[in-house]
């Protein structure tokens, strides 16, 4: 059975209780698969990346087949650009929240729908159709999520880890990545060197145990933005990030490069 959600953001836990781990959020629009349910909550596996999890009950809405239908054929290309939007439902004039990201169906000249209800929002905050990734697009579009703080499993506005951010912006330039960024690493083309790296390339770190555990946006062979207690702009050689801010020291030990 399908169901979707209707709240800016939702999170998904680890388990089935309000103070397990949050694995990951779900979006405004975004459709999930419903794989099990206990009381007050259900386990959810979302459309859009395969992230599995547990949800409050009260904050997904189950879809009959035939709304489950038209909600997968609606057009989800126009997404919201902006870190935070306002849409106003025709329906009872109430505003919702929309996070950088968030798909907008059947989205037209600042409307869109879902299930039948009319949304106004600005066109200035949405991305009619995926941006052309080049260094000029992405600069102007990560700009606005500087400062943003680190949330483990967040992906909104107000809260992002390294691997949300980065799925994030990509989903504004058309492409799908993962969820984690142990994930993402499997994803796109190897880049051999960072002299071959691409504005919007990803750079994935490792520690102390090999494995993947951070993912940043390569800006230039110079400088990557990513989420490490905020979203920042920091330098970048072959051996990894290098931090101003924590001494001049290395953070994060370059493992490899992928593009999309």
């Known amino acids: 059975m399908k169901a979707i959600v209707l ?18 959020q779900l ?11 206990k009381p007050r909550w259900i386990r959810v596996r979302n459309d859009v990346d395969g992230q599995t999890g547990w949800v409050d009950f009260k904050m997904i809405t189950k879809l009959s087949d035939t709304e ?22 025709e329906n009872n004039g109430q505003t919702i929240p929309l996070t950088a990201g968030t798909p907008l ?22 991305a009619p159709q995926p941006l052309e990734m080049n260094a000029a697009n992405l600069m102007n579009t990560v ?16 809260g992002m880890d390294c691997s949300g951010f980065s799925q994030v912006v990509h989903a504004l330039f058309g492409h799908s990545l993962l969820r984690n960024a142990s994930e993402q690493a499997t994803q796109g083309e190897q880049v051999a060197s960072l002299a071959d790296a691409q504005a919007g390339d990803l750079a994935f770190f490792d520690h102390e145990d090999d494995k993947i555990s951070h993912v940043g946006i390569i800006l230039d062979s110079e400088r990557i933005i990513h989420c490490s207690g905020r979203v920042k702009v920091e330098k970048i050689d072959e051996q990894g990030i ?15 490069i992928r593009r999309y």
């Open 27 to 37: 979006l405004f629009a975004e459709t999930v698969d419903i794989l099990e349910e």
């Open 143 to 158: 700009r606005f999520f500087l400062n943003i703080p680190y949330l483990w499993g967040g992906k909104n506005a107000l």
């Open 242 to 256: 290098y931090s101003t801010e924590q001494g001049g020291t290395y953070t994060h030990h370059l493992v490899s």
């Open 68 to 89: 489950a239908a038209a909600v997968a054929q609606a057009d989800k290309t126009a997404r919201v650009v902006m870190p935070m939007a306002y849409a106003v439902s």
């Open 7 to 24: 709240h800016s953001i939702v999170p998904v836990r680890a388990e089935a209780r309000e103070g397990s781990e949050q694995l990951t």
């Open 105 to 126: 169906p059947d989205y037209k000249d600042g409307q869109f729908s879902l299930l039948g209800v009319g949304f106004r929002i600005a066109p200035e905050m949405v």
